[in-house]
């Protein structure tokens, strides 16, 4: 169950950059295809707004792939709809390092991958000086 409004008092708002792209098809219906025309390219709105609004494409979805006889992947269903977005919520707070905490705790080695492989050596964690032409 989803509380919007803590004991603290604080509201759960969720902002979508490519919100109307999470529900468009191929090949959706006309009637589909203005519903979701409707839609704000970014979604900024409190969790019970979103919760209506998934429910309503999620449904309309259904009605368009059923109407042209066509398989509803999972991820267009309802169910994986709000998992995406109300999944767990972690929440933790970053506090500002003293320069006496960063000297107790080294600098993190660096990770070598095929990636940046030729920009450190042999994985000694140095970069190596690189002249561009």
């Given amino acids: 169950m989803d509380k919007s409004v803590s004991k603290k008092g604080e509201i759960r708002v969720v902002i979508e950059l490519c919100f109307r792209a999470e529900f468009e098809m191929a ?3 006309e ?10 390219e970014v979604y900024v709105g409190k969790t ?3 919760k209506s ?3 309503i494409l999620c449904t309309a979805a259904k009605k368009c792939m059923k109407d042209k006889k066509m ?3 999972p991820w267009r269903k309802h169910k994986y709809m709000q998992a995406k977005w109300f999944g767990t ?6 506090s500002p390092v003293s320069e006496t905490e960063e000297n107790m705790f080294p600098v993190a080695k660096q ?3 095929m990636l940046n492989y030729g920009l450190f050596g ?3 964690g140095r970069p190596t000086v690189v002249a561009v032409v």
């Fill in 27 to 29: 090949r959706g219906s």
């Fill in 31 to 40: 009637e589909y295809k203005r519903l979701i025309g409707m839609l704000p």
């Fill in 48 to 50: 019970e707004r979103l």
């Fill in 53 to 55: 609004l998934i429910k």
């Fill in 71 to 73: 398989h509803m992947g």
């Fill in 89 to 94: 919520c972690e929440r933790k707070s970053v």
């Fill in 111 to 113: 990770r070598v991958s």
């Fill in 122 to 124: 042999a994985g000694i």
